[in-house]
C-alpha cells in the first residue's frame, strides 16, 4: 500500500526539520509547510492523512487552519494534531473545540507524538496499519491483500486493489483523479489522469464480476466515489 502522509505547519525550520525527520523514520511520507496559507493549499490539493499542527504561525494561526480544514466537506476528515506551547485547560479546550482531533503540549516527546500519529492513522488510513475493511457486502482483508463480495472472493491487481483500499476507507468521499493518482501511484510517478479511468473501469469489471450493482459513482466535474 502507498506510505501515509503527514503534513507537518511548523514555522521553526530547525523543529520542522527534526519533525519531517523522526516521522519519515517511521515510514511515513513527510510533507512540510511553513505557514498557514501554504498549509491550505496543501491539504486541498493532496488531501495528507495526519496534518501536525503548530498553534503559533504568522499571520494565520494554527487555530483558524484547524477550522478551516474541518470546515469544508472534503478536508474534515483529516485528522489534526496541535501543537502548542500553551498548556492551560482552557487552550486545550479551545483547540479541541476548534476542530483538533489531538492536541500535544510542548515540549513533547518525539515518542509520544508517533504514537499519537499512530493512533489517528488508524481512523484515517485503516489499509495502512492492515485493518480489515466493510463495505456493503464487500470486504477487505488488507493483511492477506484479499477481497470477497457476497463471500466470494474477488480477482484484483494490485493497482485495483489500492484504488478500492483508498475508497473504502472513505466512503461516499468523491477523490479527484489527482487525488486518486497522489494516493494510489505515489507522487513520484507520473502517471496520465486518464490511467485512473482505465483502473476504475477494471475495478468495476472485478467488484461485478458475480453480479450485483456497480458500487463506485462518477462523480461528473469531480471524480469517483464508493456509494
Same mark, same amino acid.
Given at each position: %500500500? ?26 511515513? #511520507? ?9 498549509? #491550505?493549499? %496543501? ?12 498553534? %503559533? ?24 494534531? %496541535? ?145
Amino acid at each position: %500500500m502507498p506510505q501515509p502522509v503527514v503534513l507537518v505547519v511548523e514555522d521553526d525550520p530547525a523543529q520542522r526539520e527534526v519533525l519531517a525527520y523522526n516521522i519519515r523514520a517511521e515510514g511515513y #511520507l513527510v510533507e512540510t509547510a511553513e505557514n498557514g496559507d501554504e498549509a #491550505l493549499l %496543501m491539504v486541498q490539493e493532496h488531501a495528507p492523512d495526519v496534518v501536525v499542527l503548530d498553534w %503559533m504561525l504568522p499571520n494565520v494561526s494554527g487555530i483558524e487552519i484547524c477550522r478551516q480544514i474541518k470546515a469544508k466537506s472534503e478536508t474534515r476528515d483529516i485528522p489534526v494534531i %496541535m501543537l502548542s506551547a500553551r498548556s492551560e485547560e482552557t487552550d486545550r479546550v479551545r483547540g479541541l473545540e476548534t476542530g483538533a482531533d489531538d492536541y500535544v503540549v510542548k515540549p513533547y516527546s518525539v515518542a509520544e507524538l508517533l504514537a499519537r500519529i499512530r493512533t489517528q492513522l488508524r481512523r484515517s488510513r485503516p489499509s495502512a496499519v492492515g485493518h480489515r475493511l466493510e463495505f456493503e457486502d464487500v470486504v477487505m482483508d488488507v493483511e492477506e491483500h484479499r477481497v470477497f463480495r457476497s463471500d466470494v472472493a474477488l480477482k484484483l491487481g494490485p493497482t485495483e486493489f489500492r484504488l478500492l483500499a483508498t475508497f473504502m476507507e472513505r466512503p461516499g468521499r468523491v477523490w479527484s483523479r489527482e487525488q486518486l493518482l497522489d494516493r494510489v501511484w505515489g507522487r513520484d510517478i507520473y502517471v496520465d489522469t486518464r490511467t485512473v479511468d482505465v483502473h476504475v473501469g477494471r475495478l468495476r469489471k472485478a467488484l461485478c464480476a458475480n453480479g450485483g450493482r456497480d458500487p463506485v459513482r462518477t462523480v461528473r466535474g469531480a471524480g469517483y466515489a464508493l456509494g
